[in-house]
Every structure is written in C-alpha cells, then in structure tokens.
C-alpha cells in the first residue's frame, strides 16, 4: 500500500511523494505496536523525512522569533539560544513522530519555569498551536498532514495543564461534544449496570 502525500517546499512548488506504508495490515491500516505521545500514525512526515522535519521546526521557529506575542517570551524571557534549541526540537519531534527516541530533556519543567516569569496561558498556547497550524498548512499538504497537528495540539494541552496545575481542557466535560456527552453517559450507565 502506498500513500501520496503532497509535500510543499518552501519554493510553494508541490510536488508528489509516494511512501511505502511497510506497518501497514493487508486493509491499509496502519498498525501500531507502540504507543506514541499524541497519535500514533506517523506516516505523515515520513514522505518527507528528516529534511521535511527540519524544514518544518526551522519555519515555526522563525515564525515565533518574529512574532509579537511569542517572539519576546522565546528570545528573552527564556533568552532561548537557537543554535543549542534548534537541534534539541529536531530530536523532539523526530521523536514524537518517528519514536526515534533522539529527545533527551523535560519539556514540561522546561516550560513550568516560565510560568512565574511571563504568560503561559490557555490564549498562549492557543497562539502557538495557530501559528504551528499556518506553517504546517504552508509547508504540507495531504490527508496525514494533520497527524502532526493533532500532536502538537496534545502537547500544547498537557503543557497548559502541567504549567499551570489545572485540568487538562481535552477532558473537561463542559468542552465536550453533545456525541461524545452521549457516548459518555451509555458508558457510565453499562458500568453502573454492572
């Protein structure tokens, strides 16, 4: 089975990769064996490899070293030294999507330091979840393309939570679908059933 992704290099020229999905059940399923933080199909950023996974962390960053809100809270509240932290994120997230297990540090004490220091609230991280969709929509496109949003969502979730000592927003049952409200109470109802 094969997936075609469609990959766009900062030039904005698309063109076409063709992957070998080799984890993949005889239906075309991924099949995943090892649980990975956020989801675990990570067939998304395999078309484009570690060049894609570079380009990807090199164009966020620029991104949030000039933005307004997040520029100054990177360069100089947490005075971040791009040469050392640029690798550092190459490792994290070739970790989060390849499970290469290249990442070595503590993201959550990383952050939690800040929390006296600047604005790590829920708009915060909102803001960087915005700004990581835009260059992943400007840099990929496809139907795994949103995998590596999907994963950058839960960890801006667990960051807030952790970082401020409050439930996770994911699990809060006012945020909560009427579906999913549904689902919820035929669960609890066969368990009471029990």
Do not use: C
């Amino acid at each position: 089975m094969h997936d075609h992704i469609l990959i766009r290099p900062a030039t904005q020229v698309a063109y076409s990769v063709v992957t070998n999905r080799s984890n993949a059940d005889g239906a075309g399923h991924a099949v995943n064996s090892t649980p990975t933080f956020g989801h675990a199909d990570t067939s998304f950023l395999a078309a484009g490899g570690e060049p894609g996974l570079r380009s990807l962390v090199d164009a966020f960053y620029d991104r949030i070293r000039s933005d307004e809100k997040l520029g100054p809270v990177f360069n100089e509240v947490a005075q971040i030294n791009w040469e050392t932290h640029l690798p550092k994120m190459y490792d994290f997230w070739d970790t989060v999507m390849f499970r290469s297990g290249t990442f070595r540090g503590d993201p959550i004490a990383a952050h939690k330091k800040l929390g006296p220091l600047t604005d790590m609230s829920k708009a915060t991280f909102d803001h960087w979840l915005d700004l990581f969709r835009q260059t992943v929509a400007g840099l990929f496109a496809g139907e795994k393309a949103g995998h590596i949003v999907r994963a950058a969502e839960d960890m801006a979730n667990v960051l807030y939570s952790k970082v401020n000592d409050v439930p996770d927003p994911r699990f809060d049952p006012a945020n909560l679908t009427d579906e999913q409200r549904a689902r919820y109470a035929a669960y609890r109802e066969g368990k009471q059933a029990e």
